[in-house]
Structures are given as structure tokens and as C-alpha cells.
């Protein structure tokens, strides 16, 4: 399996966004602080149901 190898990337892309359980909506979260007493809701759809957005392995093309 390959890994990113851009850590700028990839900071920028998983660093701090999650991802509602509902209609699947990506939000940025600067606080970790609102997030933990749930306060933060999807702009979408109104849910307070979200997780982390996972990290994807990609494999290189042979």
C-alpha cells in the first residue's frame, strides 16, 4: 500500500474536516473545543451527527 507522501496535502485535506452522517456534507471545524459540546451542526441539513473524514490509501498505478 502507498501512503501520501505530501504532508502538506495531507494535513489540508484531513486536518480539522469532518463529514455528516446524514446527507454526507463536508465541514471544516477549526475548533475541536465546539465539536466535543456538540455545537457544531451541518449547514446542509441541520445534523449534529458528524465524523471525522477518513483517510484514504491510494494505490499507485503500475
Known amino acids: 500500500m502507498a501512503e501520501r507522501s505530501n ?3 495531507d ?3 484531513f486536518t ?3 463529514v455528516c ?3 454526507k ?3 471544516r471545524v477549526s475548533s475541536q473545543k465546539l465539536l466535543r459540546m456538540n455545537a457544531v451542526r451541518c449547514r446542509r ?3 449534529k451527527a458528524l465524523r471525522p473524514k477518513h ?3 491510494k494505490k499507485l498505478k503500475v
Open 7 to 9: 504532508p502538506v496535502a
Open 16 to 18: 480539522d474536516v469532518y
Open 25 to 27: 456534507a463536508k465541514i
Open 55 to 57: 483517510r484514504e490509501i
Open 21 to 23: 452522517r446524514n446527507c
Open 45 to 47: 441539513c441541520g445534523s
Open 11 to 13: 494535513s489540508r485535506l
